[in-house]
């Protein structure tokens, strides 16, 4: 099995990191969360004021601090950062992991060869899964993390070893450091173990402990997170007070539902376009596990905690219509495959528990035709997840991928247009960049906030020339320009997104005539969709 789980693990690594270097270096299609997650990690190292906490705390941590070995060498080699190689590097062995957990799932629940294999196949190959496992975001660790833990759970159900529950909890809290949308499976987790213990001891002690060691590592990655943040920045969770949260890019960008029915109903389209079968599979699980008293899919319900989160949080008008937000229904489909086999073998276990629950050696009802039906629901769901992904209703973010897809040779003249504006998305910021390096500036000579100019410094060859909000000095040096030294700063239009750059609220006026601080150098018109036109003005001294 191990053998089998490292090749299964460096074949995905391979096709992930293929896709992920082709749509960044031939195709230069980059997402802006991972290329702003690379270029807050180049400013921890090589920033003119390097210090681990420029990684900022608007975004809980894991996937830039998993960066930063790679991020290392792009002082050697620029590329990495430009083109946002570091997060493909780290979201491709993260994708590959959750690959081979759910091939583990399988092998644990002794599900036939056939299965095993199209389970774990139909979820590589799933058109999210294979971007998200190519793009640097944080999708490859959430998944990977909560795959982990629901196959820690699953076996807990069988083994009551209590090893299981432990590394449960910590998959959990490492997820929780890659996204916030963790804590919800965390709850539900630690709801369910102690539920479960409850019912087989009756005993409030034993549940309140077993559900203590699940949700102990959350607890504490939470607290330590927002505690750094306050200690550092005086702002506990800058996800929802900061400028740069969140909850400001929502209100700045007119972002969120205004709830209701048509919210809820949203949600649920884009559950059914990633997992079209999942409506299907869900309930014929149900029924299989009452009448089998088999209680391995209730560890499900951590994914299942997951989907309703984002559907609550996009009803409460807190998130954007992202189809990412719904991934977690692609490994929920795959583990509601995995259930309608009957359980068989024994999933192994350091330390079995009082309350193991031997499986048979012959399980009845083989279930065959209904193992049939769902593999056939996840092959036919692939095609169905891709032409959603093309949709720009249900898919806002991925929909541009269709201009370099057989399947989009066809649409209209305007939307191909626009399609291939979107793939051209941080052109001009890589423009803008060159053109500052041309000048052979010292370091300090560029001031500009990180709110749109985060491609600007992840394309530069020379990152210690620009003055970021990541400096301890930024507010002295922003307060006075000439006085430090800045010969340049970059201004984009006080509107949306852009109220919140701080170069912006320091000098309302900036962007219109210079707020007699500077004169215009050059105007930057951007070819890239909801991208602001930059303006480079020169100091005067």
Same mark, same amino acid.
């Given at each position: 099995m191990r053998s089998t789980g490292a090749r299964l693990f460096w074949a995905a690594t391979a096709v992930y990191l293929a896709i992920g270097i082709w749509l960044a270096v031939d195709?230069?299609?980059?997402?802006? /969360?991972?290329?702003?997650?690379?270029?807050?990690?180049?400013?921890?190292?090589?920033?003119?004021?390097?210090?681990?906490?420029?990684?900022?705390?608007?975004?809980?941590?894991?996937?830039?601090?998993?960066?930063?070995?790679?991020?290392?060498?792009?002082?050697?080699?620029?590329?990495?950062?430009?083109?946002?190689?570091?997060?493909?590097?780290?979201?491709?062995?993260?994708?590959?992991?959750? #690959?081979?957990?759910?091939?583990?799932?399988?092998?644990?629940?002794?599900?036939?060869?056939? !299965?095993?294999?199209? #389970?774990?196949?139909?979820?590589?190959?799933?058109?999210?899964?294979?971007y998200y496992g190519a793009n640097g975001m944080s999708e490859a660790p959430f998944l990977m993390l909560l795959c982990w833990a629901l196959r820690r759970l699953i076996r807990w159900f069988t083994t009551d070893d209590v090893h299981d529950l432990v590394f449960a909890g910590l998959a959990l809290a490492l997820a929780y450091l890659a996204r916030y949308d963790a804590l919800a499976a965390a709850a539900a987790a630690t709801a369910l173990v102690g539920a479960v213990v409850w019912y087989r001891r009756r005993d409030p002690r034993a549940a309140l402990l077993d559900g203590i060691i699940v949700a102990l590592p959350s607890a504490l990655a939470f607290a330590v997170w927002t505690a750094t943040s306050w200690l550092i920045t005086g702002e506990a969770l800058q996800q929802f007070s900061s400028q740069y949260g969140n909850a400001a890019i929502l209100e700045q960008s007119g972002g969120g539902s205004d709830g209701g029915a048509a919210a809820l109903a949203f949600s649920a389209a884009e559950i059914v376009a990633v997992a079209?079968?999942?409506?299907?599979?869900?309930?014929?699980?149900?029924?299989?596990?009452?009448?089998?008293?088999?209680?391995?899919?209730?560890?499900?319900?951590?994914?299942?905690?997951?989907?309703?989160?984002?559907?609550?949080?996009?009803?409460?008008?807190?998130?954007?219509?992202?189809?990412?937000?719904?991934?977690?229904?692609?490994?929920?489909?795959?583990?509601?495959?995995?259930?309608?086999?009957?359980?068989?073998?024994?999933?192994?276990?350091?330390?079995?528990?009082?309350?193991?629950?031997?499986?048979?050696? /012959?399980?009845?009802?083989p279930a065959g035709l209904l193992q049939g039906v769902g593999a056939a629901g996840?092959?036919?769901? !692939?095609?169905?997840?891709?032409?959603?992904?093309?949709?720009?209703?249900?898919?806002?973010?991925?929909?541009?991928?269709?201009?370099?897809? #057989?399947?989009?040779?066809?649409?209209?003249?305007?939307?191909?247009?626009?399609?291939?504006?979107?793939?051209?998305?941080?052109?001009t910021e890589r423009a803008l960049a060159d053109y500052l390096d041309a000048k052979s500036l010292p370091p300090g000579s560029v001031l500009m906030d990180t709110v749109y100019g985060f491609?600007?410094?992840?394309?530069?060859?020379?990152?210690?020339?620009?003055?970021?909000?990541?400096?301890? /000095?930024?507010?002295?040096?922003?307060?006075?320009?000439?006085?430090?030294? #800045?010969?340049?700063?970059?201004?984009?239009?006080?509107?949306?997104r852009g109220t919140s750059d701080a170069v912006n609220r320091r000098f309302p006026t900036l962007y219109e005539n210079g707020a007699q601080l500077a004169t215009l150098d050059v105007e930057v018109p951007n070819s890239g969709p909801n991208q602001p036109t930059w303006r480079v003005w020169r100091v005067v001294e």
């Open positions: 195709v230069h299609y980059l997402q802006g /969360d991972a290329l702003s997650r690379a270029s807050s990690t180049r400013a921890v190292l090589f920033s003119r004021d390097p210090h681990l906490a420029a990684i900022g705390f608007v975004f809980t941590p894991l996937t830039a601090l998993v960066q930063l070995p790679v991020v290392a060498l792009s002082d050697w080699w620029p590329p990495i950062t430009r083109w946002g190689l570091s997060g493909v590097l780290m979201s491709a062995p993260f994708m590959a992991g959750a #690959v081979v957990q759910i091939h583990g799932i399988a092998t644990d629940r002794g599900c036939p060869a056939w !299965l095993r294999w199209t #389970v774990t196949a139909t979820f590589a190959l799933h058109p999210m899964i294979l079209p079968a999942l409506a299907l599979l869900l309930p014929v699980v149900a029924v299989l596990a009452r009448r089998r008293r088999d209680p391995e899919p209730l560890a499900a319900m951590i994914l299942l905690a997951v989907l309703g989160f984002a559907a609550l949080a996009y009803f409460r008008g807190l998130t954007f219509p992202f189809l990412r937000f719904y991934l977690c229904a692609v490994p929920l489909l795959a583990a509601a495959a995995v259930f309608l086999a009957p359980r068989s073998g024994q999933p192994p276990a350091r330390r079995p528990g009082a309350h193991m629950r031997p499986r048979p050696a /012959d399980p009845p009802n996840l092959v036919l769901g !692939l095609p169905i997840a891709l032409t959603a992904m093309f949709s720009p209703t249900l898919s806002q973010e991925q929909h541009a991928l269709a201009a370099i897809s #057989v399947l989009g040779q066809d649409q209209p003249a305007a939307l191909r247009s626009e399609r291939e504006r979107t793939l051209g998305t941080f052109a491609a600007v410094f992840a394309a530069s060859d020379n990152p210690r020339q620009f003055v970021l909000p990541s400096d301890e /000095d930024f507010t002295r040096i922003l307060n006075d320009p000439a006085a430090y030294g #800045v010969r340049y700063i970059l201004s984009v239009p006080a509107t949306g």
